[in-house]
């Protein structure tokens, strides 16, 4: 083996024998990426992966989303596609990353969305709510509307917003009642052939008054029910949403959403969904998002199949405001920012008949 020698000599230059021994050093190491870093790169491939895979992208009609019901209009080559979010059309801010304080004082980059859904969970698991009995009905009052789009494809066009009221039996053993402005009541879940509700702004579909409350078909009993373990909780949303199509991650979304729309989750219960929802991947934050009532907020948000669901909440207190969808592929149905639908909740209360309104109380 060869030494090079290190004694100074007059005849060789500082320089040179700073590189000499700048040989004889192990080379630095490379910086690698963090690990939240690696990840959020890892979920941005998946993502692009699993859009390039899924049918309907651009250029596709609007897709049926599982929750909302297509309805046959006058004349009869119209359809309504019922959806939910709020009329003005703000397109994401998706950075989708920030910086946060850990218990140690160093800090971590945290998904955005993230942080606000923990901010979310936090408000919700300390907001007061009177308990509703078995014999109760809950009631929820909304604003919405519904995209039209004619069955010979074209843009969609959005009528104006209407008052929604629903009376759902909190213990699932009585009929319910569902009155939207303009159409006739509804009575849902009594003997014979009966309607049930497959989310919020979703019209009546044919059942049986025999079947079980689920994550698709709850009762106020199953929801204060469900597991208040983050994880638990949405293994079992998964688990009751499979093979419904558009992705488990999309369906878990939409399936929480619909819980939040037009359920009155109790606080424990309404902080595990958020933080849920926290775990689904995609989950991004708009900044600015109005709903159906001219509420302004800040939005979570998730993209899947040319659409964008984003859940609107107060800035201030981050309860639940509304919903909206817009196009986020320019199609036959419109440009890229068509909003295809609205909604606004402004009231849940416990009643005792189905029929009765509350006083009014700020959803």
């Not at 709510?129 to 509307?145: G, K, L, M, N």
């Not at 558009?246 to 939409?254: C, L, S, V, W």
Request: charged share 25%; proline share 9%.
């Amino acid at each position: 083996m060869n030494i090079t020698s290190r004694r100074r000599t007059h005849h060789r230059s500082e320089d040179a024998e700073r590189l000499e021994l700048a040989g004889l050093l192990p080379p630095p190491p490379v910086p690698g990426l963090d690990p939240d870093r690696e990840l959020l790169l890892k979920e941005a491939l998946l993502r692009k992966a699993t859009a390039a895979e899924q049918p309907g992208g651009r250029g596709s009609r609007v897709p049926r989303p599982r929750r909302r019901l297509v309805r046959v209009m006058v004349p009869a080559v119209a359809c309504a596609l019922t959806v939910g979010g709020v009329v003005a059309v703000n397109l994401p801010d998706t950075s989708g990353r920030d910086t946060g304080a850990v218990a140690d004082g160093r800090t971590r980059n945290v998904p955005e969305a993230v942080q606000l859904l923990d901010r979310i969970a936090l408000a919700a698991g300390d907001r007061k709510q009177p308990s509703v009995r078995a014999d109760q009905f809950v009631y929820i009052e909304s604003r919405v509307a519904y995209a039209g789009q004619s069955a010979g494809g074209g843009p969609v066009t959005m009528p104006p917003a209407h008052t929604r009221q629903v009376w759902l039996a909190a213990d699932g053993s009585r009929p319910g009642l569902l009155r939207e402005e303009g159409e006739p009541d509804s009575l849902l879940g009594v003997d014979g052939p009966v309607g049930h509700l497959d989310g919020p702004g979703a019209t009546p579909r044919p059942g049986t008054l025999g079947e079980g409350p689920s994550i698709d078909n709850p009762t106020h009993e199953y929801v204060a029910s469900l597991p208040t373990d983050p994880d638990a909780l949405l293994k079992l949303i998964r688990d009751e949403t499979r093979g419904e199509g558009r992705g488990a991650d999309q369906r878990a979304f939409t399936a929480i959403g619909d819980l939040l729309a037009e359920t009155w989750a109790p606080p424990k219960v309404g902080a595990a969904l958020y933080k849920a929802a926290a775990k689904i991947p995609g989950v991004t934050v708009v900044r600015a998002a109005t709903d159906a009532s001219g509420r302004e907020g800040v939005a979570v948000a998730r993209t899947a199949h040319g659409q964008q669901t984003q859940w609107v909440f107060d800035r201030t207190t981050y309860a639940f405001l509304g919903e909206r969808t817009v196009l986020t592929e320019a199609g036959d149905a419109g440009p890229a920012g068509t909003v295809v639908g609205t909604s606004a909740v402004l009231t849940r209360a416990a009643v005792d008949r189905a029929g009765d309104k509350p006083v009014p109380t700020t959803a």
